[in-house]
């Protein structure tokens, strides 16, 4: 079965440092891959997301930056933090294959609070 | 403007029904998803519905949609207290060649006996 981990699961770091956020999914191959943030009433922003090894598609832009050095690896980062970067990131995964629904499955959640 | 609006509470007596209503602004939408999300986890998918249907049942679970004004509602028959929690509608858009999910804000329910 597929499972998907995430970690840390909590961080708090001073603004101006840098950050890194890792997922990763085992149980499949080629998946496609996401990272949102989930910041206080504003619900889920899709921050980037990776169809394969090095194909990194941004939606916002801002000071965070994501990776896929590995198939079922994907990192979020950013070489200074700002106050606005605190939030709970989500990463997920979907199959590229499944012809129906784009179900995506997601991780437990980093909580980062930038002070 | 947003392009999935959902209210951002409700709250119902256990063992009621709930509705958690949706609308949507992408036409082309082909499917719509409820996910749930218990305090402090990720979300979980609860059902989805293809955009040809009207609704769609599981369970306790009932989904409408109309799409002609394109508007979604999960309803969770005989809530319970373990159904609190935050359940966000979704749409699908074509972005890049994928079919990337699109969440609205979230509504918070709130069972109490």
């Known amino acids: 079965s597929q499972t998907i981990h995430q970690w840390p699961a909590t961080l708090v770091q001073p603004v101006g440092s840098p950050l890194s956020l890792e997922c990763t999914v085992e149980?499949?191959?080629?998946?496609?891959l996401y990272w949102y943030r989930q910041a206080a009433g504003r619900g889920l922003q899709l921050l980037f997301y990776s169809v394969g090894i090095g194909q990194i598609s941004s939606e916002v832009p801002q000071n965070l930056s994501a990776s896929r050095p590995q198939d079922r690896q994907f990192i979020l980062s950013s070489k200074k933090l700002l106050l606005s970067d605190s939030g709970f990131y989500l990463c997920?995964?979907?199959?590229?294959?499944?012809?129906?629904?784009?179900?995506?499955?997601f991780g437990a959640g980093s909580r980062l609070t930038v002070l | 403007g947003e392009d999935v609006e959902q209210s951002l509470f409700l709250s119902v007596r256990e063992g009621d029904s709930s509705v958690i209503n949706c609308t949507y602004t992408d036409s082309s939408s082909t499917y719509l998803y409820w996910y749930k999300q218990e305090p402090g986890a990720g979300l979980q998918l609860l059902t989805y519905?293809?955009?040809?249907?009207d609704m769609k049942q599981d369970q306790r679970l009932t989904v409408l949609l109309n799409k002609k004004d394109k508007h979604l509602s999960l309803r969770i028959a005989d809530t319970q207290t373990g159904d609190s929690a935050i359940y966000f509608c979704?749409?699908?858009?074509?972005?890049?060649?994928?079919?990337?999910?699109?969440f609205g804000r979230g509504t918070s329910l709130i069972v109490h006996p």
């Open positions: 519905i293809f955009s040809n249907m």
């Open positions: 997920a995964w979907s199959d590229p294959l499944f012809s129906g629904a784009n179900v995506l499955t």
């Open positions: 979704a749409e699908s858009e074509k972005t890049g060649g994928s079919y990337i999910p699109t």
């Open positions: 149980g499949t191959s080629n998946p496609n």
